[in-house]
């Protein structure tokens, strides 16, 4: 466990640990950036969902838009889930 996880007093906190991301997208009307944030909380919810990742922007945005996001137990895992999550609709679609 990281010496950071011990300022947390109360679960109820949520206190996280933040790491930031950037990847392209390569869109017909040129590159977007995406900046991608992954918490790592210190006493999740969920055991198995200890890093949550979420992109800065929606995809998708003319039928149903959403901001791309992943959970998992790992880093890898989030920002994954998060990144196939992106490359599944383009960004005006």
Same mark, same amino acid.
């Given at each position: 466990m990281s010496e950071w996880t011990f300022a947390q007093t109360d679960p109820s906190q949520q206190l996280a640990q933040? =790491?930031?991301f950037s990847i392209l997208k390569q869109e017909p009307?040129?590159? =977007?950036?995406?900046?991608?944030t992954v918490r790592e909380y210190a006493t999740p919810k969920e055991p198995t969902m200890k890093f949550f990742a979420l992109a800065d922007k929606q995809i998708n945005r003319k039928s149903a838009p959403f901001t791309p996001c992943g959970?998992?137990?790992s880093l890898l895992d989030?920002?994954?889930?998060?990144v196939r999550s992106?490359?599944?609709?383009?960004?005006?679609?």
């Open positions: 933040m =790491q930031m009307e040129g590159e =977007q950036e995406f900046i991608i959970w998992g137990s989030a920002l994954a889930e998060c992106l490359n599944k609709f383009g960004v005006n679609d």
